[in-house]
């Protein structure tokens, strides 16, 4: 059963078609997964406030609905360490279509992973685990299952993907 919260962010996202990224934060962090410290700010002195609580240097991400792959058109910015800097990725931010503000986050190092679901016509509801970031589209490391999913299913869908031994280390490297 979902709680209420959950049930409130999918209904916001439906006429846009998919939920944000802080909004899926979100959701993950109300189901107990860790997830990096973050903020929604949609005014450059709340992402100053997020920054400086966070602590730099951070990560910022534009958080738009007409923007889907961030990285392609410059919207994740990394390393930023001083307000300055953060107040130009601001301003330049402001400038994309369906601007609805700026996603700031630790910065944390480690295998970037994607997690999607999506309301199959044929199938129901459907989650998605693979391999993310930018190598998303280029790995296609992905795993499948239908919801609802159980720890076995989860676990399942980590030895699925080609890179799990990545994330469970691998030659002395520690897990990603």
């Known amino acids: 059963m979902l709680k209420r919260s959950i049930k409130e962010i999918l209904l916001s996202s439906k006429k846009q078609g998919w939920v944000l990224e802080p909004q899926a934060k979100r959701i993950l962090k109300l189901e107990g997964l860790n997830v990096p410290k973050f903020k929604w700010a949609k005014r450059m002195d709340d992402a100053a406030k997020a920054a400086n609580k966070i602590g730099y240097p951070v990560v910022a991400k534009i958080v738009s609905a007409k923007v889907l792959h961030k990285s392609d058109i410059g919207g994740v910015v990394t390393g930023i360490d001083n307000e300055t800097v953060l107040e130009d990725v601001f301003q330049h931010f402001s400038s994309f279509k369906g601007f609805a503000g700026i996603l700031i986050e630790e910065m944390l190092s ?16 459907v989650i998605l685990l693979g391999i993310g970031g930018t190598e998303a589209e280029l790995y296609q490391d992905t795993s499948l299952r239908l919801a609802p999913l159980e720890e076995n299913d989860v676990i399942a869908m980590v030895k699925g993907l080609k890179a799990h031994q990545s994330l469970e280390g691998y030659r002395g490297k520690m897990p990603g």
Do not use: H, N, R, T
């Open 110 to 125: 480690g295998l970037e992973l994607i997690v999607g679901a999506k309301s199959d016509y044929q199938f129901g509801p």
